[in-house]
């Protein structure tokens, strides 16, 4: 299990946002020195990127500061290696993207932090504008994928706090090919219809902390991509959605496995899930191990506890679940069957563990459903275990 205790985590985030800026003075660029205009409708991508790039050139710990008002911003890459490790991204105001979503087309990010180190963002809000792709895409017309707001890939050190990100018309925050990465304090919101909007999403990283957060969408509050690795998730409020998933996992046959993943303290109100994993039945050699999920509450929750290992079903799954640990789960199922585990005859899920889980069906006794599913109870359990 993980055991990546929170305590370090923030003093290495707080080293990581004083530290260095108390070794020399900072320097503060604000975009409307640049031209940036607080209305909402002039282009202002050009102010933003002239402040990164003197930020990223200077020597000196540097802010780019945006000030109160409404931004427009076409999509931008921030790009490293740069000449300091000590950048900041202070966001009062609202950055907001293009009305138009054919000007992103497939792009894949509005916004896109990409081989950086040290680099920490705080405050402010990011307004996707999501609502007309997402109209085009229920009308059933050939439509764009659309854009991820914030996209951090292939960087490190980095801290997200306080941030609130809007109406996007994919996922919210894409975290790919990283090392220790903090996101706390965050509000994530869509409404519960709009497609494909995860709210977090991690792949390929170690050592990611998401604390503190509120997330509501039309698709996984937090999903937990291949290669995830010393993964911890603690103090977050997920609905609407569709819960905290491991997966889709085993799209590809080499596939990087899941591991060391902690969920703690998460509370799910009026979700389709609560704690989910998920996997393709074809052959992969990814995996699950080491994941414990620990002290949820449910609220009306359609399927509190899902393993389903049958994903888009075949009978050639080979993603590999084992050592998974559920402890100190309550709350209600808005379906009978609150605990389900749809696991692979060819390879069953092993060592799963129940403990402490207390699931009622609108207060009326739940039933769980087990196939191919290994492991044991221990202390209070309801509905009654079928692990074999």
Known sequence: MAKYPTTTILFQALLLLFLPQSLTVSTTYNISYFGAKPDGTTDSTSSLFRAWSLACASTKPSTIYVPQGQFLLKNLRFEGPCANKAITFHIVGTLVAPSNYNFFKNVGYWLLFEGVDCVSIHGGNLD???????????????????????????????????LTSLNSQMFHIVINGCQNIMLQGLNVLAPGDSPNTDGIHVQLSNGVTILNSSIGTGDDCISIGPGATNLWIENV?????????????????????????????????????????????????????????????MTNVQNPIVIDQNYC????????????????????????????????????????????????????????????????????????????
Do not use: M
């Not at 229920?138 to 490190?156: D, E, F, Q, V, Y």
């Not at 990087?256 to 074809?282: C, E, H, M, P, Y």
């Open 128 to 162: 996707g504008r999501g609502g007309s792709l997402w109209a085009c895409k229920k009308s059933g017309k050939t439509c764009p994928n659309g854009a991820t707001i914030l996209g951090i890939s292939n960087s490190k050190n980095v801290l997200i706090s306080g």
């Open 237 to 297: 409020g997920c609905g609407p959605g569709h819960g905290i998933s491991i997966g889709s996992l085993g799209k590809d046959y080499e596939e990087a496995g899941v591991q060391n993943v902690t969920v703690k303290t998460a509370r799910f109100k009026d979700t389709q899930n609560g704690l989910r994993i998920k996997t393709w039945g074809r052959p992969s050699k990814g995996f699950v191990r080491g994941v414990l999920f620990q002290h949820a509450t």
């Open 313 to 388: 079903p075949s009978n050639k799954n080979c993603v590999k679940i084992n050592n998974v640990t559920y402890q100190d789960i309550r709350g209600t199922s808005a379906t009978e069957i609150a605990v389900k585990f749809n696991c692979s005859r060819t390879c069953p899920c092993h060592e799963i563990r129940l403990k402490d889980v207390n699931l009622s069906y609108i207060y009326q006794p739940a039933r769980s459903s087990c196939s191919n599913a290994a492991g044991s109870a221990i202390g209070l359990i309801e509905p009654s275990s079928c692990l074999y």
